[in-house]
């Protein structure tokens, strides 16, 4: 670092501030996003429009157009991604997590499954999927579980809790508490047992898993990156996901994961009778 | 049949038969209990609770699931809001379980599970949004919710569905308070699942303490 003489003046103060440019961290945006490297084949960098490292304990938010794709990827292994979704035009409108398990019936993620709205409508499809280990029913740890195990679950300490962070992100986009809506769970999985039971599935995985999602409506995606909240280790063990999102088609008629089922293709009818403007 | 319940503690504060496909909002303070009984067996009644002095807490499913370590309520369960915290207490039911993942038929979720022929339908999610309007909620309030009397299996493969319930005539559940809530019920008026045998009837609603 550039040595400076003195911080008590403007341009002092100034001058230490910009001896910042340049530096770098594990966790941080890639600007402009085109200049992002190790893009899957065939996308171009002047079609991306996000890529960020999100750390561990960390979160962020975005609005995406129709048709993008976001590929998250678990880089070490520990990530657990705690995933809201709105219609960025009328955020009354989410993700429906109950509605996307129960009108799909099943309770397990997989490629080609779509993540549905309140209003009966397809906002997501899962695309691609190399984890297979997510989870629909236990939710965002929160201040009082992360206290329990970790001894806080501040976001200004060492140990921020997932509903916190969902908050946070909401929150840049106008939204509040009303809006931080039962979530997804992406990387680390839970299996309902006959008894009813929720199984952990919390690896260890190998690093580099993804999921690829893919926009069927304007939508602002909240992501919070903490411990799952059945993570049995006393320690606060979550390592960074990589997000990245380019432009892409809206999906056509013939689209097979569109079709797959009649219940996913009245939600894809829905979500195009929704844009007839 | 027999109801077989234990006897409510206190005085009998409030007794009302809630008429098939209706709503209903009541204030229950803490440590009073709800009785809500299935009087005719097999009618899903479903069910949202808030913070009485902070409505942005309100029941979580997803909280309730993950303290306990299941997803399906049985006696002894203790209901807890977004931010963690007890809301109720399962002190006692003559069902085995009860449902807290399958959430509430809506009119738009219904096009999909069974067609836009359903569309004009009566729906949960609008008993729920009637009933909250009144005290000023909105549809962001409207979260996952319990099913009280509805029956859904997980099969291995993660398949599931709403089926047969697991009721009968006169079966019951006794709810404890543990913060002053505000408790929205929606008699589900559903017709094109078996839950609520294909014949939405009353349930009695009793508040005691």
Same mark, same amino acid.
């Given at each position: 670092?550039?040595?400076?003489?003195?911080?008590?003046?403007?341009?002092?103060?100034?001058?230490?501030?910009?001896?910042?440019?340049?530096?770098?961290?594990?966790?941080?945006?890639?600007?402009?996003?085109?200049?992002?490297?190790?893009?899957?084949?065939?996308?171009?960098?002047?079609?991306?429009?996000?890529?960020?490292?999100?750390?561990?304990?960390?979160?962020?938010?975005?609005?995406?157009?129709?048709?993008?794709?976001?590929?998250?990827?678990?880089?070490?292994?520990? %990530?657990?991604?705690? $995933? #809201? +979704?709105?219609? =960025?035009?009328?955020?009354?409108? /989410?993700?429906? &997590?109950?509605?996307?398990?129960?009108?799909?019936?099943?309770?397990?993620?997989?490629?080609?499954?779509?993540?549905?709205?309140?209003?009966?409508?397809?906002?997501?499809?899962?695309?691609?999927?190399?984890?297979?280990?997510?989870?629909?029913?236990?939710?965002?740890?929160?201040?009082?579980?992360?206290?329990?195990?970790?001894?806080?679950?501040?976001?200004?300490?060492?140990?921020?809790? %997932?509903?916190?962070? $969902? #908050? +946070?992100?909401? =929150?840049?986009?106008?939204?509040? /508490?009303?809006? &931080?809506?039962?979530?997804?769970?992406?990387?680390?999985?839970?299996?309902?047992?006959?008894?009813?039971?929720?199984?952990?599935?919390?690896?260890?995985?190998?690093?580099?898993?993804?999921?690829?999602?893919?926009?069927?409506?304007?939508?602002?995606?909240?992501?919070?990156?903490?411990?799952?909240?059945?993570?049995?280790?006393?320690?606060?063990?979550?390592?960074?996901?990589?997000?990245? %999102?380019?432009?892409?088609?809206?999906?056509?008629?013939?689209?097979?994961?569109?079709?797959?089922?009649?219940?996913?293709?009245?939600?894809?009818?829905?979500?195009?009778?929704?844009?007839?403007? | 049949?027999?109801?077989?319940?234990?006897?409510?503690?206190?005085?009998?504060?409030?007794?009302?038969?809630?008429?098939?496909?209706?709503?209903?909002?009541?204030?229950?303070?803490?440590?009073?209990?709800?009785?809500?009984?299935?009087?005719?067996?097999?009618?899903?009644?479903?069910?949202?609770?808030?913070?009485?002095?902070?409505?942005?807490?309100?029941?979580?499913?997803?909280?309730?699931?993950?303290?306990?370590?299941?997803?399906?309520?049985?006696?002894?369960?203790?209901?807890?809001?977004?931010?963690?915290?007890?809301?109720?207490?399962?002190?006692?039911?003559?069902?085995?379980?009860?449902?807290?993942?399958?959430?509430?038929?809506?009119?738009?979720?219904?096009?999909?599970?069974?067609?836009?022929?359903?569309?004009?339908?009566?729906?949960?999610?609008?008993?729920?949004?009637?009933?909250?309007?009144?005290?000023?909620?909105?549809?962001?309030?409207?979260?996952?919710?319990?099913?009280?009397?509805?029956?859904?299996?997980?099969?291995?493969?993660?398949?599931?569905?709403?089926?047969?319930?697991?009721?009968?005539?006169?079966?019951?559940?006794?709810?404890?308070?543990?913060?002053?809530?505000?408790?929205?019920?929606?008699?589900?008026?559903?017709?094109?699942?078996?839950?609520?045998?294909?014949?939405?009837?009353?349930?009695?609603?009793?508040?005691?303490?």
């Amino acid at each position: 670092m550039t040595s400076h003489a003195t911080t008590a003046d403007p341009r002092g103060a100034q001058s230490h501030a910009r001896a910042q440019a340049g530096a770098r961290a594990e966790a941080m945006p890639t600007l402009p996003p085109s200049q992002a490297q190790d893009l899957p084949e065939g996308v171009s960098g002047a079609d991306v429009v996000w890529d960020e490292v999100i750390a561990g304990g960390g979160y962020a938010s975005r609005r995406l157009a129709r048709g993008t794709r976001l590929r998250l990827i678990d880089l070490k292994g520990e %990530a657990c991604v705690s $995933l #809201l +979704l709105f219609n =960025a035009e009328q955020p009354a409108e /989410r993700l429906n &997590v109950a509605d996307t398990v129960k009108v799909q019936w099943n309770a397990y993620l997989e490629p080609g499954r779509l993540l549905l709205s309140d209003m009966g409508r397809a906002l997501a499809t899962l695309v691609e999927d190399t984890a297979g280990t997510h989870d629909a029913f236990c939710g965002a740890s929160n201040r009082a579980s992360n206290g329990r195990r970790y001894g806080d679950g501040f976001n200004h300490g060492a140990h921020p809790n %997932a509903r916190d962070r $969902l #908050l +946070l992100g909401a =929150a840049k986009f106008g939204l509040g /508490r009303r809006d &931080v809506h039962p979530c997804l769970n992406l990387f680390k999985g839970v299996r309902i047992a006959p008894d009813g039971a929720t199984e952990l599935q919390a690896g260890p995985f190998p690093l580099g898993r993804h999921v690829t999602l893919r926009a069927e409506m304007e939508v602002v995606v909240v992501l919070a990156n903490c411990p799952h909240v059945l993570d049995p280790r006393s320690d606060y063990v979550v390592s960074a996901v990589r997000a990245t %999102a380019w432009r892409g088609p809206t999906t056509p008629s013939d689209d097979p994961m569109r079709n797959a089922s009649p219940e996913g293709l009245r939600a894809f009818l829905n979500t195009e009778d929704y844009y007839l403007r | 049949m027999s109801i077989d319940a234990p006897t409510l503690d206190g005085a009998i504060l409030h007794d009302e038969i809630v008429a098939a496909r209706a709503p209903w909002i009541r204030r229950i303070a803490t440590g009073q209990t709800l009785r809500i009984v299935d009087l005719e067996g097999n009618q899903a009644v479903d069910f949202l609770i808030y913070n009485a002095h902070d409505d942005a807490e309100r029941y979580s499913a997803q909280d309730t699931i993950a303290a306990q370590a299941n997803i399906y309520l049985r006696q002894g369960a203790v209901l807890r809001s977004n931010e963690g915290a007890p809301m109720m207490t399962v002190t006692a039911t003559a069902v085995a379980w009860h449902d807290t993942i399958g959430g509430a038929c809506s009119v738009e979720s219904n096009t999909l599970r069974y067609g836009h022929h359903t569309k004009s339908q009566h729906a949960c999610v609008e008993n729920f949004l009637l009933a909250s309007a009144a005290e000023g909620r909105t549809k962001r309030d409207i979260v996952s919710n319990i099913n009280w009397f509805m029956n859904v299996p997980v099969e291995a493969d993660g398949t599931l569905g709403i089926v047969d319930g697991i009721s009968a005539p006169g079966l019951f559940v006794d709810l404890r308070a543990e913060m002053d809530v505000i408790a929205v019920i929606s008699n589900c008026p559903q017709i094109n699942n078996p839950c609520n045998g294909f014949d939405p009837t009353p349930v009695r609603v009793i508040i005691a303490g």
